[in-house]
């Protein structure tokens, strides 16, 4: 009978711990995708840069500039993997920078 009591404590304490590890590996995800996110981005505003006159509306080095503008795409790929409370912002935010992009904004709009 104490075999079956501590068989069943141990699953029942196993089965209330699952949710705190999924939370856990969940906010670990959510930290790697807003790495990935911030780094995309801050390499994207630099290419962009290289690629823009300062005062913008002409490409010096296309290369520069798709790079940017892949970067940029990547960004968004991630964005449904941030936190849910950032993902409109994020989101908001990743198309006002494709727009600046495909309108060759200045670089200083971009950062």
């Known amino acids: 009978m104490r ?3 501590i068989r069943k404590l141990a699953l029942l304490l196993i089965l209330a711990s699952a949710p705190a590890v999924q939370l856990t590996a969940q906010a670990t ?3 790697s995708a ?3 996110v911030v780094a995309a981005a801050s390499l994207a505003a630099m290419e962009y840069a ?3 006159e300062p005062a913008g ?3 010096t080095l296309p290369e520069d500039v798709d790079e940017a503008k892949l970067l940029i795409d990547q960004a968004r790929h991630d964005v ?3 936190q849910a409370a950032a993902r409109p912002a994020a989101d908001s935010l990743f198309a006002r920078i494709a727009g600046g ?3 060759l904004a ?3 709009d971009l950062r």
């Open 80 to 82: 449904p993997l941030l």
């Open 3 to 5: 075999t079956v009591l």
């Open 106 to 108: 200045t670089p200083a």
């Open 34 to 36: 807003s790495r990935r």
């Open 57 to 59: 509306g002409r490409v």
């Open 50 to 52: 290289l690629g823009v």
């Open 29 to 31: 995800d959510s930290l």
């Open 101 to 103: 992009l495909q309108r």
